[in-house]
C-alpha cells in the first residue's frame, strides 16, 4: 500500500523579492465548487473563510512561498487560488495574487 504525502505544487514569488507580505491559498473543486476546509481536512461547501485558507511560509526569507498541497485532499480537479493577505485574518476581500488548475490523482483527477 502506498502512502500519499503533502507535495509542493509550485513556489509562488513576491513580485518584489522579499517584502514580508503574508500569502495564504484555498482550494477550491473545479468541478462543484466545494471547498478544502485546513482546519478539518475536508472538502465541504459551508466552509468559513479563515479555515479554508492555507498559510503560504517564506522560504528562507526568499520571497519564495512553496504551495503545499495536502495529502488528504481526494483525487480530483481543483483551482488553487493565492491570495495576499491584507489585514491580521484572511478575508474574501483580499486580492487574488495567481491561481491554477492542479489535478490531484490520474490524467483527469479521478
Known amino acids: 500500500m502506498t502512502v500519499s504525502k503533502d507535495y509542493v505544487s509550485q513556489n509562488v514569488f513576491d513580485a518584489l523579492g522579499y517584502t514580508g507580505n503574508v500569502y495564504y491559498c484555498r482550494i477550491v473543486s473545479n468541478r462543484d465548487s466545494q471547498v478544502w476546509n485546513d482546519v478539518l481536512d475536508i472538502m465541504d461547501w459551508a466552509v468559513p473563510w479563515i479555515d479554508s485558507a492555507m498559510a503560504l511560509v517564506d522560504t528562507y526569507a526568499s520571497g519564495a ?9 481526494p483525487a480530483g480537479v481543483y483551482d488553487v487560488v493565492v491570495y495576499r493577505q491584507a489585514g491580521s485574518d484572511p478575508a474574501n476581500t483580499d486580492d487574488v495574487e495567481k491561481q491554477w488548475i492542479e489535478v490531484k490523482g490520474g490524467i483527469f483527477g479521478f
Do not use: G, T
Open 65 to 73: 512561498y512553496p504551495v503545499i498541497i495536502p495529502a488528504l485532499l
